[in-house]
């Protein structure tokens, strides 16, 4: 008796379809394969960028920080170049006020006549310009009423010598016309500034050409 047509063809089908199957297995197991191989080279792509990026926003941070430094370097110097200008020349221009010489005793020797350095160590009674050989070089810094200035890493110390007449760059050991005042501002020990003129006696400041 001869098998029905349907059932070999069923048979034939399945047998078919069981090949079909583990093509498709395969199929899928390929496909399977490439999309981890995909996904392999999409987590590369991804951790390169990553670095990349993690890199640049380094990068800027590092030029931003450099950046906000000079601004802050250059803002200070800004602020300490102002300070040690106006504690100089605020100094040198309380100086300059004042005579050549004591206009009590008319004393040709350097430094503050009697009584015009009390103990309270005020600059109130000085009244020519070489009573301020001492002052702000050891202590806190003061107007001439003695209200202290907030400057407190700042000193201040004034020289004041003889020029030579006939060559009024040079120093003179004896009394002259010329006076040179120095202010030399500190800041620790380094020094921050320094500010001169020259006195002429019966006359206006004149620069130090020395
Ligand atoms: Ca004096």
Redesign the pocket.
Known sequence: MARPRTQGGTTAGATCGSRGSRGATAGAARALRAARRGAGAQRGVTLIETAVATLVTALLAGALAGAAEVVLAVDREARRAAEVGELGLGLLAEIAALPFA?P??GSGALG??GG?WPAAQTRAL???V??YTVGDGTRVLQQKDGTPIDLRRYRRVVTVIYLDSQDPVSPSAGETDYKLITVTVLEGAEVAGVFRTVRVRGGRDVDYAG
């Open positions: 004591d009590q005793t503050p006549d015009e000085f009244d020519d070489d009573d």
